[in-house]
């Protein structure tokens, strides 16, 4: 599903990604854990397409295309998701509206024609319900008033309605309580699919007790340092990622 | 002006004599008022307004024309176009009718206050426009009385070069509350209208005002409105702006007493060369009055606006409460904004602020909204009426405000399809 080679990146002419390999095959879900700075949420916004990061060698294949080719939108129609660290706020923007426009777009990005109003209130309102998302937050401005989990259960049900082959969360448990990152946690594991892989990025190994992945991965000085199955999480709790410092092992 | 002095009675003679001898010229960029805009563009016209216009050959489906509008007033060229109008059932003792009609049936009602709040010494244009009274609106709201429904006036320039000098007078008797909804359509090349509101709310009465801008883009309007209000009085206004090629609104709102309430509030979306100007002044002369100033620009091209806003409050205004706030956002390097924001404050006992902002689209935003498959331009889009939709907010009347989303909407599509495709 997506097969990344030697990636080399830079940000304001300092290296940030040095050579950084990883291949997820569809259905599977990988973790990558890593410090603080280790190039985590550069991975992240380089497959999904912002701007400002060069890209010095190497290449990313996903669905058998060239990914680093193309454009954001173009990359969400062919299955690509982001949830951010930070969702960001739109204001005067409405939720539903947002959310429909995104759910079309993608449609016709895919061939198919597009929901009108009660097909997608339809669609969206069993997902909204088991996310705990009110239709009073789907008539609100775009994260706007949000509270911090209600911003990341919001990303997780647009990956829902989106229905990505590749969801990619980038730090989704940063900044949630227990009972929020289980409910985060829940509509993740909901949308665990055969056809469906999923890249989970954090620091932490707490939300890997929620999703539990297929492999895990460490990223330190912008490379994959190691690589294990689920237990690999545990072990990084007790140890940390000291082993992991400038000019340790690689 | 043969068809201005068939059957003038003296006080308009005078009224009219008063307004050529106060216009001066047209205003100059030195005087502080017109520093952002200059009216070049003017020199060549006669002034001379365009005379009635031949019946539109649409005139046959005049009566139903007011669609959903309680009460809609057409003119053309600044005249009543009765075939284009409708005016519904009105309660007793409000009037409602040309300014033409009033003066030749009810030329009394129109002595004593015609010209009264509108000082044409100081404001040039508004001298103009009084030199050439002839038409426009007239709204005499009684005591105690509520007029249901808007009350949709618009204003068409057709015809080549077409010159219009409408005037509107509005007065609401204590208690009394209107709505008022105001468009200004057509236009072609050199067109010219020339406008002046005269507008007076007795203690506690409430008028809503909404003007719409949507002319021709090779035209030049100018508004002067000013709005005298009385204790615990309301005057609730919002401008959208996204036609004409010049566009100049000059508000002044008098708070005369105390309690009174003024909210000036507009969107101005320039694309083109075209240039906005909104100059508002609110004079806090009185104790406990509140007033709030929300205006967002969007500026693309080779746009400008200027957005001129001054908080007056003398020294016997103790408990002013005065806000204003103006946004813009620029879409091209080339986009001009002019921000003036004036606080002069002679009471001690006050709460004013102000702030503006100028900024371009919200780039995390951008990525975001195209992140989830919206491509660029309709990404952009989305943010855009976004931000227009905070300022649209202010407006109470939810017809209206959809009405001005659509509107902000189109000059959204319109600006952003290719040129010679506007399918």
Known sequence: MLKIENLRASVDGREILKGLSLEIPAGEVHAIMGPNGSGKSTLSYILSGREGYEITGGSVIYDGKDLLAMQPEERAAAGVFLAFQYPVEIPGVPNATFLRTAVNAVRRGRGEKDLDAIQFMRAVKDKSKKLGITDEMMKRAVNVGFSGGEKKRNEILQMAMLEPKLAILDETDSGLDIDALRVVAEGVNMLRDPARSMLVITHYQRLLQYIVPDRVHVLAHGLIRRSGGPELAHELEQTGYAEFAEGQAA | ?423
């Not at chain 2, 406990?288 to 001129?308: E, F, L, M, P």
């Not at chain 2, 009347?397 to 952003?416: H, I, M, P, Q, T």
């Open chain 2, 1 to 423: 002006m043969s068809t201005v002095t068939e059957v003038s009675p003296g006080w308009l003679t005078a009224l009219r004599d008063a307004g050529k001898s106060n216009f001066k010229g047209l205003p100059s960029q030195r005087q502080e008022a017109w520093k952002y805009t200059g009216l070049n563009r003017l020199k060549a016209l006669a002034f001379e307004p365009s005379s009635s216009p031949t019946p539109s050959p649409h005139g046959g489906e005049g009566r139903g024309e007011g669609g959903s509008a309680a009460h809609r007033l057409a003119f053309i060229n600044g005249r009543y176009a009765v075939e284009h109008s409708h005016i519904g059932s009105l309660p007793t003792g409000v009037v409602l009718a040309s300014l033409a009609e009033i003066l030749s049936t009810q030329p009394a009602l129109l002595e004593s206050r015609l010209g009264k709040a509108m000082d044409t010494a100081r404001k040039p244009m508004a001298a103009l426009n009084t030199a050439w009274i002839e038409d426009g609106l007239v709204l005499i709201v009684p005591r105690g009385v509520a007029v249901e429904g808007n009350i949709e006036v618009v204003f068409l320039a057709d015809g080549e070069a077409p010159v219009a000098y409408p005037r509107l007078l509005v007065e609401l008797g204590e208690m009394a509350e209107a709505t008022l909804v105001e468009s200004h359509l057509g236009g072609a090349a050199g067109g010219f209208a020339n406008q002046v509101a005269e507008i007076v709310i007795g203690a506690g009465a409430t008028l809503r005002h909404y003007v719409q801008h949507a002319e021709a883009a090779e035209t030049t309007a100018v508004e002067t409105v000013t709005a005298t209000l009385s204790r615990d009085a309301a005057y609730k206004a919002f401008a959208l702006n996204a036609g004409g090629g010049l566009v100049r609104r000059e508000v002044e709102v008098q708070l005369t007493q105390p309690g009174g309430f003024a909210q000036v509030d507009g969107a101005y979306l320039v694309d083109g060369d075209r240039h906005t100007d909104t100059t508002v002044l609110i004079d806090h002369q009185a104790d406990h009055c509140a007033s709030r100033q929300t205006q967002k620009g969007v500026i693309d091209n080779d746009g400008r606006a200027v957005y001129q806003g001054k908080i007056l409050v003398r020294p016997n205004a103790q408990k002013t409460d005065g806000y204003q706030l103006s946004q813009t956002l620029l879409l091209s390097p080339q986009a001009e904004i002019d921000v003036k924001p004036e606080l002069e404050i002679h009471a001690d006992d006050v709460k004013c602020s102000h702030g503006a902002t100028v900024g371009r689209l919200d780039a995390d935003a951008l990525f975001f909204l195209r992140a989830r498959g919206i491509p660029e331009a309709e990404a952009r889009a989305l943010l855009i009426q976004g931000f227009i939709g905070g300022a649209l907010d202010e407006i109470d009347r939810d017809d209206v405000r959809e009405a001005f989303g659509l509107a902000a909407a189109n000059w959204l599509a319109g600006r952003s399809a290719p040129k010679g495709d506007v399918s």
